[in-house]
């Protein structure tokens, strides 16, 4: 069983910059994919970005040159740094775990994740 708890979402005009941070507690032993997906009022669960088992790093489109997630594996905590928000990012941002990458970038879209948390709002406004 893997606990994992988002903070750092909030209210930001337009360009602004917010760093999320997503603490995981359970069973730090296994190697998991680790990573973010959003989904905003009325819309479908979009991948945000997530580090593989292997160490490789895979962003969405949408968020690509914007977004950096990192993990400190010290301290069990991911993070996503979100620079030059737009509205569009507006959403709930899900912190998840899971056996590879894509099941956070991309099956999200259809089953979450074998693992996730209960999200951080962030709000852009334009």
């Known amino acids: 069983q893997v606990q994992l708890v988002e903070s750092g979402g909030g209210s930001v005009p337009a360009g602004g910059s917010l760093r999320l941070s997503c603490e995981v507690s359970?069973?730090?032993?296994?190697?998991?994919?680790m990573g973010w997906f959003r989904q905003a009022p009325g819309k479908g669960r979009e991948g945000v970005a997530a580090?593989?088992?292997?160490?490789?790093?895979s962003y969405a489109d949408s968020v690509k040159g914007r977004f950096t997630v990192s993990q400190d594996n010290a301290s069990n905590i991911l993070y996503l740094q979100m620079n030059s928000l737009k509205p569009e990012d507006t959403a709930m941002y899900h912190c998840?775990?899971?056996?590879?990458?894509?099941?956070?970038?991309?099956?999200?879209?259809?089953?979450?994740?074998?693992?996730w948390g209960q999200g951080t709002q962030v709000t852009v406004s334009s």
């Open positions: 580090i593989d088992s292997d160490g490789s790093i």
């Open positions: 359970g069973d730090t032993s296994t190697r998991y994919s």
């Open positions: 998840a775990a899971d056996r590879r990458a894509v099941y956070i970038l991309v099956v999200v879209a259809a089953v979450l994740p074998q693992y």
